[in-house]
């Protein structure tokens, strides 16, 4: 069974400065997506970025970029020139990218989370 | 393109009294799934269709929830009798998978927010 881990509850940084959420995850599959979701006060679960696992290039959205270390089983989510409205509950999650004849049933695996606070 | 939509955004139940959850998914979608967020914690799927058609129900508590899916659209969760742990939040999402597994969109709504006292 898959597991993702999420080992920082709460993080808090500077508006305008650097920060990185760390996440790792077990699984056997070698071929999957992950993924990382904002969750405001608002509770709508949104999408920050997702990566690929067969792709070695980390992928980036403009200020949120990814470190993808498949052996290490760890993904980090790394957020540049913090924003105020960047304050929010963040999730790692895992997904099987299997073809649904092969039991891809896109089921999504949530770590438990880390509140990030960014402060003026 | 709309997103996806939930109803009610809030309830709040006695003990052993049912609820009732309504999702109408992105259209197009064919896969819709329901998740449990308990306070503090990440999601957890309880159940999902494919079409009309249920894929996993694997960690939803038959004895007191159940969920149906109509003509492969909009579908419902129902708690009965709803118990203090099931004080949550239920997250409807739906995605569009091609057969090779290729996502296209995976999409949250707002969730309902359940407190039974």
């Known amino acids: 069974a898959q597991t993702v881990t999420q080992s920082q509850p709460e993080m808090s940084v500077q508006e305008a400065e650097t920060v990185t959420l760390s996440c790792t995850y077990d699984t056997s599959e070698n071929n999957y997506y992950l993924f990382w979701y904002k969750q405001p006060p608002s509770r709508q679960m949104i999408l920050v970025i997702r990566?690929?696992?067969?792709?070695?290039q980390n992928a980036t959205e403009n200020r949120f970029s990814v470190n993808f270390q498949k052996a290490a089983k760890s993904f980090s989510l790394k957020i540049s020139d913090s924003q105020l409205g960047d304050t929010a509950m963040y999730f790692c999650a895992f997904m099987k990218l299997l073809g649904l004849l092969s039991g891809n049933t896109g089921k999504l695996i949530f770590g438990q989370g880390t509140t990030l606070q960014v402060k003026p | 393109e709309a997103g996806v939509a939930q109803s009610p955004r809030y309830k709040i139940i006695e003990k052993r009294q049912s609820v009732a959850f309504w999702c109408n998914p992105i259209?197009?979608?064919?896969?819709l799934y329901w998740y449990q967020q308990i306070l503090g914690q990440g999601p957890k799927l309880l159940i999902q269709?494919?079409?009309?058609?249920?894929?996993?129900d694997s960690q939803l508590p038959k004895d007191r929830f159940s969920a149906e899916r109509l003509k492969g659209v909009d579908s419902t969760l129902k708690i009965q009798p709803a118990k203090l742990e099931d004080s949550a939040v239920y997250l409807c999402?739906?995605?569009?998978?091609?057969?090779?597994?290729?996502?296209?969109?995976?999409?949250f709504g707002s969730g309902t927010r359940l407190t039974v006292v």
């Open positions: 999402a739906s995605s569009l998978l091609s057969p090779q597994g290729t996502l296209y969109g995976y999409t």
């Open positions: 990566q690929e696992a067969y792709k070695q």
């Open positions: 259209s197009g979608h064919a896969t």
């Open positions: 269709f494919q079409n009309n058609g249920v894929v996993d």
